[in-house]
């Protein structure tokens, strides 16, 4: 992985985590950890505001990784030391109800901990050190990939099998119910269940999936605005309060459950507003499924296509984007190496994505750094991605 215009909130990349959590652990703690434990963030290529409509989105996991080394304790205790934030955490297992929390980065450990018990699977207590480098709230998921890795961190001091799909509904309800973010499954699954090399395509509704292989002649590209999301919550929440009000004038159960002729028959009853979100919707699944196929048959092109469509219906139907991420987009699809390009997430801010000629994908990443800096004035940050697998662990000798 290369990148360009890197500041201060850039951490090292990965392979420099493993060794810095097994240093810190050692330093720390006196001995050695049991477990390496290490959870993705996540890029969507395609599928947007679809996860909690129970459609379509096909994201990938990213080799931006949050990594734990974990040692068992003999009490029902958790102590993590975060190099990232220089802070020391303890909390107890089986802390009662779950309450709003107060957004620190512990309070998705806790929250995973919390719903594995409501679950009914094992917990254990565990000491550990936690570093990562998934920039947070770039719209890259690093919140799903801390609560995977601490996930992972439990099922392996507990001895449980790895189960991707029911830790990552875990992981979830960690999310909605203990933090307080009402997300749909998509980047906790993907986290979970990544491949490398592979984008995965989600059926949000059966939580089936199929691996997607991402051509050699393509390379991922995560281009960070430099902006962040403000208000995000509010209009996250408003938005699916529209996709289930349009729902109920369907008639049906979730936005997956209309197809295009049936939208276009009924759109009348629906009110604009609603209409445009729904729109969004329906017409997004369809391109994700048609997306999938297309790169799978190798139509790079055709892929691309798609992603330009779709960040016109999240910039107009769903109104989900903004300037920034507008004017990022627009000059990526200027490259002549650029397939596609869209923003990628919930939007608000963060991340484009876009999939280039990987001959051309360092001239791209220059080009397209420099124009948008010159154009907004603000100095982005963006790298070539590869896809990497799902939250993994390895056990220390
Ligand atoms: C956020 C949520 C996801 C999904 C996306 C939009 O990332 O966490 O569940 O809804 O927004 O596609």
């Known amino acids: 992985m290369f990148v360009v215009g890197v500041d201060e909130t850039y951490p090292p990349v990965s392979n420099e985590l493993r060794e810095r959590v097994l ?74 109800a779950p309450r709003r929390a107060n957004g620190g980065w512990v309070e998705y450990l806790r929250g995973v901990a919390w719903a594995l018990e409501e679950e009914g699977r094992p917990t254990a207590g565990w000491e550990g050190i936690i570093a990562g480098d998934v920039p947070v709230g770039a719209g890259l998921s690093s919140s799903a990939a801390l609560e995977l890795v601490t996930a992972r961190a439990f099922a392996a001091v507990t001895g449980i099998i790895w189960q991707p799909v029911g830790m990552a509904r875990v992981a979830q309800r960690a999310e909605n119910e203990w933090v307080g973010v009402n997300c749909g499954i998509m980047d906790q699954l993907v986290s979970a269940a990544g491949a490398a090399g592979h984008a995965l395509l989600i059926d949000c509704r059966t939580l089936e999936t199929r691996s997607v292989a991402i051509p050699a002649s393509a390379a991922v590209v995560v281009l ?148 948008y800096e010159t154009a907004q004035g603000l100095r982005p940050t963006v790298y070539v991605c590869e896809a990497s697998a799902g939250a993994s662990v390895e056990s220390v000798d």
């Not at 652990?25 to 996540?42: E, H, I, M, T």
């Not at 974990?70 to 297992?93: K, N, Y």
């Not at 691309?304 to 139907?317: F, K, N, P, T």
């Open 23 to 96: 240093e810190e652990f050692q330093r720390r703690f006196d001995g050695k950890p049991s477990f390496l434990v290490r959870a993705p963030g996540r890029v969507n290529l395609i599928g947007d505001h679809t996860d909690y409509n129970d459609g379509f989105v096909l994201p990938m996991a990213i080799d931006r990784e949050i990594w734990l080394a974990v040692r068992p304790r003999g009490d029902r205790r958790v102590a993590v030391h975060s190099i990232d934030f220089d802070e020391d955490a303890t909390f107890a297992l089986d802390e009662s």
């Open 224 to 371: 960070d605005t430099g902006t962040r999301r403000g208000l995000v919550d509010s209009a996250y929440n408003e938005r699916r309060a529209q996709c289930e009000q349009a729902a109920r004038v369907f008639g049906v159960p979730a936005l997956r459950d209309v197809d295009l002729p049936t939208f276009d028959r009924r759109q009348h009853e629906l009110d604009a507003v609603t209409r445009a979100r729904a729109r969004h919707v329906v017409t997004e699944d369809a391109r994700t499924v048609e997306a999938a196929a297309r790169l799978e048959n190798g139509d790079v092109a055709g892929f691309g296509a798609l992603m330009d469509e779709s960040h016109i219906s999240l910039r107009d139907d769903f109104e989900v984007s903004r300037p920034e991420l507008d004017t990022m987009v627009e000059l990526a699809q200027d490259h002549g190496a650029c397939y596609g390009s869209r923003m990628t997430g919930a939007g608000f801010g963060g991340c484009a994505v876009a999939l280039v000629a990987r001959d051309d994908a360092e001239d791209f990443v220059r080009s397209v750094s420099r124009a």
